[in-house]
């Protein structure tokens, strides 16, 4: 292991950084075993060092069009780095040239006033830099706003002036770096790098990735069949056999005997049965209201997968009230029919949101349900009048159940401007707005 | 043993039948080399097992497999005492008057049932331990598993430490029907095993069906491709299946895909009655054969097709 050169221990090291950045967890076990096996194999050779690492780092399907997109960013020839490089220095460059211009345009504005303006109003170079970015017609806009204020007779104005451009440039920039976090900009070559794992998805996979409310109509044989194939794998792990005793203190005879063969088949140590994890009831509240509808429609669609393998949940709708939907699942028909049924039947798609009253409404006829055995799937997007109140009754719902679990379409970073904190307190949230999402909380959240 | 470079093993594997690419030899040189088991992982059918399989011939060495399955436990996958032979022995030293017991003697090792786990390990030659549908285990059972993988040393109460003569060759496989815990991937050098193109299905089924002659290899790794490609199905068919389809094939007698000898053979590829349905009415078993067609080149094969087609698709027996 000593034997190799330092560039490339920390190139491996680099590397498992991306890889960390892009959302892929690498422990430091793995990266020593990658580090180790390049001894092994031919380093010239990229297939066998890009096979190396990837069997070393890369330990689940879903992360390979990660690791590829990364290898090959980050493994680059050396012209190609070079070039990659050079365009960077250049664009810095150009960058540092409009900076200067912009700082003696700005410099000869401001020029009648320089000795008025005090130090902590005088333009920063973070000012400058949002200045040059600013669209031409804003700059054209600024400057005049300064000019006018040449001939304007009050008292030493530079002051003012440098304190508007100022505050000016502070909104810009805030604005500016909005977008570019939107827009993911690549501007230097460390930028190309940290960036969501979502990024370097495999397109063939994006349906997989991508938000529910994005997807096209033409996509919806695709997403039907892909939806299909998720449901019937996870319905097949759920229906696993678990054997459970009819007791809890069942002796089991056959571990009895065994373990007492050496007292000559006297019972002396008695070896009980265990309890068998039982599976949980899954009870499943969808938020079918008017900003809803377009990932109910999917998440009901994952729910009539589950159901049509022989996974029975209990399903119901709301939005100003609740409605429960079970039978329409029950009726085993194609999934076209059955939304129409549940469309048709229900009162409740496309209403405004109350969710306290369907909480009530769930209390007050399905109180049954509410047992220890229970898993309740929420899936809304916390947009509710009475958010208090519901929020209340859930926690005291939420005592009773084994577990709430509540999927929030809407991305977790703009879980802020919504009550979601105030139902976070007494439910488990997850951002789920793709397909991954729901199948990766189902598969690892909700207990088989 | 493993005096193979990359080239040689990959090579071997070919030799053997096991068609791959470089990656997945650099995959397996690296498992043997590091002495990491290797975890292994695809859709069910493209030849998981086969790597455990093709691994023991290339090594010249046994292979112990352990076939997985919920409720698999210790006693059947590490070791048993053999209760019987040791009542037996009792019994017998009761008649004959031998009024003390050996209490020891009744746990030497010809009362030591070894199970797989045991074996591979006991082994005088290092030998391939296959750990096939990993993902069917309890959970318990799983990290036991995993600790076992570690060390390589078991404790029998009666009998002590019992450590690794030689650290075997281990094959895991799983098909993802459960998540196997992070602690496992993290042993394991890993391998994800996806269905084939069409040019690596021709190699496979030239390699293990060459009999089926070089024009029906290559339909058929075209309509499989195909299939595969449709979203709709149910269940893609697998190399496994497409191996079967091509004897099927074979064993009627066919040179070439028709209507006629797909339409008998479709239930060899598709193994869901809803997906050969939806073949026969949705897609059509006459675009199906298109399909294949369009990717096939040159007029020659035209013409060669038209022949084919007025010789009814069969040769008479």
């Not at chain 1, 069949?225 to 009819?246: H, K, M, N, T």
């Not at chain 1, 139902?423 to 789920?432: L, N, T």
């Not at chain 2, 030497?108 to 549908?133: C, H, N, Q, T």
């Not at chain 2, 404790?155 to 003569?165: Q, Y």
Request: hydrophobic letters at 40%; proline letters at 4%; charged letters at 30%.
């Amino acid at each position: 292991m000593q034997n190799q050169a330092p560039e490339i221990s920390l190139a491996i090291a680099q590397f498992v950084r991306v890889l960390r950045l892009s959302g892929v967890r690498v422990s430091v076990a793995e990266t020593m075993d990658a580090y180790r096996a390049l001894a092994w194999i031919d380093l010239l050779d990229r297939r066998q060092v890009r096979a190396a690492l990837q069997a070393l780092l890369i330990k689940n399907p879903s992360d390979r069009p990660v690791f590829d997109r990364a290898f090959d960013l980050f493994f680059l020839s050396g012209e190609a780095k070079e070039e990659l490089f050079a365009r960077w220095r250049r664009q810095k460059e150009a960058e540092e040239q409009k900076l200067a211009a912009a700082g003696q345009e700005l410099a000869q504005l401001f020029q009648p006033w320089e000795d008025y303006i005090p130090e902590k109003y005088r333009l920063t170079r973070e000012n400058l830099q949002t200045f040059t970015r600013l669209p031409a017609r804003e700059q054209k806009r600024l400057k005049e706003l300064i000019a006018q204020m040449r001939g304007n007779p009050v008292n030493n104005p530079g002051e003012l002036v440098a304190r508007v451009v100022q505050a000016a440039l502070n909104y810009w920039r805030y604005y500016l770096l909005k977008r570019e976090a939107e827009e993911k900009e690549v501007s230097s070559p460390e930028d190309l790098f940290p960036v969501s794992a979502d990024f370097y998805r495999d397109p063939g996979e994006q349906i997989l990735y991508a938000d529910l409310q994005n997807i096209q109509d033409e996509q919806l044989p695709k997403m039907t069949a892909l939806i299909r194939r998720l449901s019937a794998r996870l319905a097949r792990r759920l229906s696993r056999r678990y054997r459970q005793s009819r007791r809890s203190r069942a002796i089991d005879f056959r571990r009895t005997i065994r373990q007492n063969i050496r007292f000559g088949g006297t019972p002396l140590e008695l070896r009980y049965r265990g309890r068998r994890p039982k599976r949980p009831r899954l009870v499943l509240i969808c938020d079918v209201s008017a900003s809803m509808a377009r990932y109910s429609r999917f998440v009901l669609q994952f729910i009539y997968g589950l159901n049509s393998a022989g996974q029975k949940i209990e399903s119901f709708v709301f939005s100003e009230d609740l409605e429960r939907v079970t039978p329409c699942f029950e009726r085993r028909r194609d999934f076209a029919a059955t939304m129409t049924d549940l469309m048709n039947e229900s009162r409740q798609w496309g209403q405004t949101t109350n969710f306290y009253l369907a909480l009530e409404t769930f209390r007050r006829e399905y109180k049954k349900l509410i047992a220890p055995d229970a898993v309740f799937i929420i899936v809304s997007d916390t947009r509710t009048v009475c958010w208090e109140q519901a929020a209340g009754l859930l926690g005291e719902m939420a005592r009773k159940v084994r577990d709430v679990i509540w999927l929030n379409p809407v991305p977790a970073a703009g879980w802020s401007g919504l009550p979601a904190a105030a139902f976070r307190k007494c439910a488990q949230m997850y951002e789920c707005y793709s397909l991954y999402h729901l199948e990766k909380i189902f598969r690892k959240k909700i207990p088989g | 043993m493993l005096d193979l470079s990359i080239p040689e093993l990959h090579k071997a594997l070919e030799r053997e039948g096991y068609i791959c690419d470089l990656e997945q030899a650099v995959t397996i040189y690296l498992a043997l080399k590091l002495g990491k088991p290797l975890l292994v992982e695809g859709a069910p059918g493209v030849g998981k097992t086969e790597v455990g399989k093709v691994l023991s011939r290339v090594l010249q060495t046994g292979l112990i497999r352990l076939q997985c399955y919920e409720g698999l436990d210790e006693n059947k996958a590490l070791y048993e005492w053999n209760y019987q032979r040791q009542l037996l022995k009792i019994q017998v030293l009761k008649e004959t008057g031998c009024a003390a017991v050996d209490e020891t003697s009744l746990f030497g090792p010809e009362y030591l049932l070894e199970r797989p786990l045991l074996k591979a390990i006991r082994a005088d030659r290092r030998v391939v331990l296959l750990i096939d549908e990993c993902d069917k285990v309890d959970e318990p059972f799983e990290a036991f598993l995993f600790e076992l993988l570690s060390d390589f040393q078991v404790s029998i109460p009666e009998l002590g430490t019992l450590t690794a003569r030689q650290i075997p060759v281990v094959v895991l496989t799983s098909n993802g029907e459960r998540e196997l815990s992070d602690g496992l991937r993290r042993r394991c050098v890993y391998l994800y095993l996806d269905y084939p193109g069409v040019e690596k299905e021709v190699r496979i089924l030239q390699a293990r069906v060459p009999e089926a002659g070089e024009k029906l290899i290559r339909q058929i790794a075209l309509v499989t491709g195909y299939l595969r490609s449709q979203a709709e199905l149910k269940k893609r068919p697998s190399i496994a299946e497409s191996l079967d389809w091509a004897r099927a094939l074979v064993a009627l007698n066919a040179h070439c895909l028709t209507e006629e000898n797909l339409h008998f053979t479709l239930n060899m590829l598709l193994k869901n009655q809803e997906d050969q349905d939806l073949v026969r009415s949705k897609i059509g078993l006459a675009a199906l054969l298109n399909s294949c067609r369009e990717n096939e080149t040159g007029p020659q094969e035209a013409g060669r097709r038209e022949a084919c087609r007025a010789a009814g698709g069969c040769r008479r027996a």
